[in-house]
């Protein structure tokens, strides 16, 4: 009775901390930019994949040290054969079983006997002309590519989710720019419904403002789903897919404060390029384990082993003899192998790593141009948005004196209301074209940023900018 009512207790705590969990959420603050960057910097997928990816590479290295440790095999086998026997040799294949022990003239096939036998063998390449440290350091060159792949994921990702974010301040502004413009088309259509109503305008003004005001509805509606859309693109690109966001657009409606005095870009820096270089070390530990593989293998072994048969020499079959070893034997002694007719092999494959190496060489070449083309398309954006941003201001207020004398002239029926919805999409599209422009400002540091591989000094700024 006592566990039903602590039972009881408990599932009514729970019911009650639910709604406050609910409200936890709901009351989440606004996201910022730099904090849509650190939500997908540890929630994306693709990061995790990247790490995951690096962390099973870096494997290999241990795996290529331990060819450096002796190798030891123990074996055991239990039989019941026959004894026959018969003199020559042949070739070593896998249907017929070796068997050991002289020519038995009064052998049958009928008869058999127990066998057995087991050992330990120990083997160790004592010397291989720096194959085992070729093979250690190719696998560190791929364990460092991977890393460095890391960078490159996180870079993108960072990326991706500011250059949502700012889609998201894109569309919002657009929806407030679309109902500011319902608004007015309501307040102006209110009006001429009053004047027509007095029989001071045709009828025909109150239908064509319907028909504007609902078309600015309509705009209204498209730039709300636009928003709506963007938003859970942002909440994919941050790792919290299907959950609703809510953004702090405050600093990014100002143009940035001034930058610092650019210096020149080092790209060898840039994490696509760092990454390049790692792959192109790969493919260089490659060739070097390649050319130290054309060489003898020395190997060392030592084998301590055991048989055991009831056949023996002199015709006799005992079943109490052959379950076990009876008869102990050791060995050691220096096993030199080599094989000539690898050097066809080795030949081609290393003809396919120059390929790869040129390969790779051409693609860190074009990424280097694609980041220089990057880096020279954002500053020209920078340049351009600026002039841009320096301009909307006048179109803005060139708008709004318009549509304010171009109502005031319908009022003295000296214009029409075709002219007055014009002047209102025009003042509209100001109003839109005035807050993207300020905000490609942010976008060209953005791909500036992007370019140089860090997003540290655009988050910088940003702080800059709120405080």
């Known amino acids: 009775m006592t566990n039903i009512k602590n039972h009881l207790i408990q599932l009514c705590l729970c019911l009650l901390a639910l709604p406050l969990a609910v409200a936890t959420q709901d009351n989440a603050p606004p996201l910022r930019l730099e904090n849509a960057v650190e939500l997908a910097l540890q929630h994306y997928p693709a990061i995790r994949a990247a790490q995951a990816q690096a962390a099973a590479v870096s494997g290999n290295t241990e795996l290529a040290r331990n060819a450096y440790l002796p190798r030891v095999e123990m074996d055991w086998q239990q039989t019941r054969g026959t004894r026959n026997n018969v003199f020559g040799q042949f070739f070593p294949q896998p249907s017929i079983p070796p068997i050991s022990g002289p020519l038995l003239a009064n052998s049958s096939f009928t008869e058999s006997a127990w066998g057995s036998g087991g050992g330990v063998l120990l083997s160790w390449e004592v010397f291989d002309f720096g194959l085992r440290k070729a093979n250690v350091e190719a696998a560190k060159s791929a364990t460092r590519e991977a890393e460095a792949r890391i960078a490159v994921t996180q870079l993108d990702v960072a990326s991706a989710a500011a250059e949502a974010f700012l889609r998201v301040v894109a569309a919002e502004q657009a929806v407030r720019a679309a109902q500011a413009n319902v608004e007015r088309m309501e307040t102006f259509s209110k009006a001429v419904h009053v004047l027509v109503d007095n029989q001071l305008r045709p009828g025909a003004d109150a239908s064509r403002t319907d028909a504007e005001l609902a078309a600015a509805r309509s705009v209204w509606i498209q730039a709300k789903q636009n928003a709506a859309l963007t938003r ?11 959950q609703a966001v809510t953004i702090d657009d405050a600093p990014l409606l100002e143009p940035p404060p001034a930058p610092p005095t650019p210096t020149a870009t080092d790209f060898s820096l840039h994490p696509l390029m760092l990454a390049q270089k790692a792959a192109l070390n790969t493919i260089q530990s490659r060739q070097q384990v390649l050319d ?30 052959g379950l076990f070893p009876d008869t102990p034997n050791w060995a050691t002694g220096l096993t030199i192998s080599f094989a000539p007719t690898d050097i066809f092999n080795l030949r081609t494959r290393r003809r396919q790593e120059v390929d790869y190496l040129n390969a790779e060489q051409a693609r860190s070449d074009l990424a280097l141009q694609k980041l220089k083309a990057e880096q020279a398309g954002a500053q020209a954006l920078i340049a351009s948005a600026r002039e841009l941003a320096d301009n909307t201001p006048r179109q803005l207020q060139a708008a709004q004196e318009t549509e304010l004398r171009v109502r005031r002239r319908y009022e003295a029926e000296l214009s029409t209301v075709t002219e007055v919805a014009e002047a209102q999409r025009l003042l509209a599209q100001a109003e839109v074209e005035n807050a993207l422009a300020r905000l490609s400002l942010w976008r060209a540091q953005l791909a500036e940023a992007k370019a140089k591989g860090d997003l540290a000094p655009l988050l910088d700024l940003l702080r800059k900018a709120r405080r």
């Open 232 to 242: 859970v693109a942002l909440a994919e690109a941050i790792g919290q897919a299907g």
């Open 292 to 321: 130290r593989s054309f060489f003898p293998r020395f190997q060392w072994q030592t084998s301590v082993f055991g048989r055991g048969s009831g056949a023996r020499v002199d015709g006799r079959l005992l079943n109490s003899r």
